[in-house]
């Protein structure tokens, strides 16, 4: 059974740092692609960044610079450091897996979300 459990939400002020993990298990985690959204009620889920199983990564461009995505294969955990934060950035995070990319929407797997909140 496939499970991507998020942590690492939480409250932090304009311009601080939060680092997210997702633990993944039930799926050869070393071989896919995997990836943080973002999602605010009532907007599209936004991609934020992705990393693929050569570790190559993409950035959404609101992110470049202060975000890192990550992987650490030996423990099944994908990562998402985050600096600078904005309000805006207030959002559920959600970790995402699929074996590709383009696959993610019919047979990708999501995890139940980790909420930030970026306030004063």
């Known amino acids: 059974q496939v499970q991507l459990v998020e942590t690492g939400g939480g409250s932090v002020q304009p311009g601080g740092s939060l680092r997210l993990s997702c633990a993944a298990s039930?799926?050869?985690?070393?071989?896919?692609?995997m990836a943080w959204f973002r999602q605010v009620p009532g907007k599209e889920r936004e991609e934020v960044a992705s990393i693929e199983y050569d570790l190559s990564t993409v950035y959404s461009d609101s992110v470049k610079g202060r975000f890192a995505i990550s992987k650490d294969n030996t423990k099944s955990t994908l990562y998402l450091e985050m600096n600078s934060l904005k309000p805006a950035e207030t959002a559920m995070y959600y970790c995402?897996?699929?074996?590709?990319?383009?696959?993610?929407?019919?047979?990708?797997?999501w995890g139940q979300g980790t909420q930030v909140i970026v306030s004063a």
């Open positions: 995402a897996a699929s074996l590709r990319a383009d696959w993610l929407q019919d047979h990708g797997y």
């Open positions: 039930g799926f050869n985690f070393r071989t896919y692609w």
